[in-house]
């Protein structure tokens, strides 16, 4: 019988966690707050910058928020986040993507300061994790390692594949997969025999971004299996990358969509609040 990985229960338990270190941090004075920024109407942005905040509440993180329009220029949004860095009421920083096609979110990202950049996304942040270098690690792949190890996952010496290449997701995940010493491919769109590669994966990390492409012709029997995708399936309803039902009697472990990778993204954004309050990110 397959271990379903319940994203849910791990990140319910994280953030019950994180509530305590928040009010013992607020009675020393030091209340953690986060600073939310949103340009333009993008419909699936508002959505996610609501649950972000909502999230902040839950666990006491403050949150300063920042609808700005969506004709505000570049200049104007480098400037707000320049006063942000220099704020010491707000220890993180985060500016929801996509920004609108004329604003350059390379510029904007590398303007956050590194030691506010709780979405892990700063070149600095970045150079940290592949020199092994402690700083804040980009939130999905992040949650992903906090869920493998809370299921007691073993990934010392184990043979990984994550496909996709995102600097979002996939670049960082083969980092960290790295760091505990995992044997670490990524797979990506122009990837040959991608059934063979996954069949050889102890650990196999979906991030494609099409709905139920994952079929047991993929999978090694026994293998862990995470899937990172949001998709909709024939009918509408929400579904991963992996087809959990055809897959679910060959592996091991399998994080369920929905439930499984999600709650674990914006969970690990207020474990990064916290750290970054604390001044100990890893
Ligand atoms: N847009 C989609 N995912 C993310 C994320 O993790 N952080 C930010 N800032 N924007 C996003």
């Known amino acids: 019988m397959a271990m379903i990985i319940d994203g849910k229960q791990i990140a319910s338990q994280l953030r019950g966690e994180l509530k305590e270190q928040v009010a013992s941090l607020e009675k020393e004075g030091r209340a953690v707050t986060l600073a939310v920024v949103l340009v333009g109407n993008d419909p699936a942005s508002q959505v996610y910058v609501r649950n972000k905040k909502n999230a902040c509440k839950e666990v006491g993180i403050r949150s300063m928020s920042y609808e700005l329009p969506e004709e505000t220029t570049q200049e104007e949004l480098l400037e707000l986040i320049d006063k942000l860095n220099n704020d010491k009421s707000c220890n993180g920083i985060l500016v929801q993507l996509p920004l609108p096609g004329h604003i350059d979110e390379n510029a904007v990202i590398c303007a956050i300061s590194p030691s506010k950049d709780v ?20 939130c999905t792949p992040y949650g992903i390692i906090m869920m493998l190890k809370r299921s007691n996952i073993d990934i ?47 650990i196999l990390v979906a991030a494609i971004g099409q709905a139920k492409y994952i079929t047991k012709e993929y999978i090694k029997e026994g293998a862990v299996v995470i899937d990172v995708g949001m998709d909709r399936d024939e009918e509408g309803k929400l579904c991963g990358d992996v087809d959990f039902d055809d897959v679910v009697d060959k592996v091991s472990a399998i994080t369920p969509v929905p439930g499984g990778v999600g709650p674990m993204t914006i969970t690990m954004l207020l474990y990064n609040c916290v750290a970054s309050m604390k001044d100990d990110i890893s």
């Open 119 to 138: 979405d892990g996304f700063h070149p600095v942040n970045v150079g940290r994790l592949s020199t092994g270098q402690p700083g804040f690690i980009s």
């Open 156 to 202: 010392d010496g184990k043979n990984a594949v994550i496909i996709g290449r995102s600097n979002i997701v996939g670049k960082p995940m083969a980092q960290l997969l790295l760091r505990e010493n995992a044997t670490v491919t990524i797979a990506h769109s122009h990837t040959k025999d991608l059934k063979k590669l996954c069949s050889g994966a102890d």
